[in-house]
């Protein structure tokens, strides 16, 4: 059952902590705006910093559909807005002909009906929703081509699709748009203006560890400490990927599903692969830890 937006700053806070999501003051203030004004939210920011997230708590607390359109290079209408089922047109044109209608004019419009329409995440946005606008996840935008930006434009600005055979197809109230962008890229500015804009940092040490209490709360306070502590110093180091809140979240998982209560160098060791992604940012570490030792000696 859906529930009704927040009419605060406080409220649209309290409503991510009841999914589990801890957020500082601005994001609730950017989501707030972005809910009260019907615009937009573009969330640009670090992989694993807790963006998509933020879609997906919101849905789940306001009781709301999840419409999530992954982008990737290459991304085209047909994979985000909609594309025809030719087999089923095929097949009732073979039915046609075989009823004698194969010179029938009237047939080709009775294939381009909504019936024979395969929706895609785009155009299932914007129809309607028995619980209410859904919540619609464009993730990882700047995976995506300058094309496929200018395609959102039109969705963007007026919340309708043009479909030639079909025309326009507007949604009835907009859906509630999240954007996350991994800056891996440049998003145009015509897209941006369209948004509220929020930079997602990485969390502060007191902040991520609420999310952890909150995310993992089967971890004690002791060593809630300690493991923010060492992934708030290698956030510090020069690093190709700096861990994020995803694999704070998953370490702490993985420390207790092993049983271990203590982070130590033999415990690290063990789990790296779950801190840290690419074995460039592991040998610095370990050249970091030979490095302290051998000047202590």
Not at 125 to 144: C, F, K, M, W
Not at 155 to 178: C, F, H, K, N, W
Request: proline letters at 6%; glycine letters at 6%.
């Amino acid at each position: 059952m859906s529930v009704s937006l927040p009419t605060s700053i406080d409220d649209t806070a309290e409503l991510l902590r009841k999914g589990g999501y801890v957020p500082d003051r601005a994001l609730a203030t950017s989501l707030f705006l972005a809910l009260k004004l019907k615009r937009p939210l573009f969330l640009e920011g670090e992989a694993g910093v807790g963006k998509t997230e933020v879609a997906k708590v919101l849905a789940a607390t306001l009781g709301r559909d999840l419409v999530r359109l992954q982008c990737y290079e290459g991304l085209d209408i047909a994979s985000a807005v909609y594309e025809w089922n030719y087999p089923r047109q095929m097949m009732a044109i073979r039915l046609a002909e075989a009823a004698g209608r194969g010179q029938d004019r009237t047939l080709a419009s009775d294939i381009y009906t909504p019936e024979y329409l395969i929706k895609r995440p785009l155009l299932t946005a914007l129809q309607t929703h028995p619980n209410g606008p859904p919540v619609l996840l464009i993730d990882e935008l700047d995976r995506t081509d300058e094309p496929f930006e200018a395609f959102l434009l039109e969705v963007l600005s007026d919340y309708q699709i043009t479909i030639p055979e079909l025309g326009t197809m507007r949604a009835a109230q907009p859906p509630i748009v999240i954007l996350t962008s991994n800056r891996t890229r440049e998003v145009h500015d015509a897209l941006k203006r369209r948004c509220l804009y929020h930079w997602l940092d990485y969390p502060s040490a007191e902040r991520e560890r609420a999310i952890l209490k909150a995310r993992v709360p089967e971890v004690d306070d002791i060593l809630n400490e300690k493991i923010v502590a060492f992934v708030q110093t290698l956030r510090g180091m020069e690093l190709f990927k700096p861990p994020g809140l995803a694999e704070t979240l998953d370490w702490a998982r993985a420390l207790t599903e092993l049983n271990i209560r203590e982070v130590n160098r033999a415990a690290i060791e063990s789990t790296m692969g779950v801190l840290l992604k690419y074995q460039d940012d592991i040998a610095r570490v370990r050249g970091i830890w030979e490095d302290n030792r051998t000047a202590a000696q």
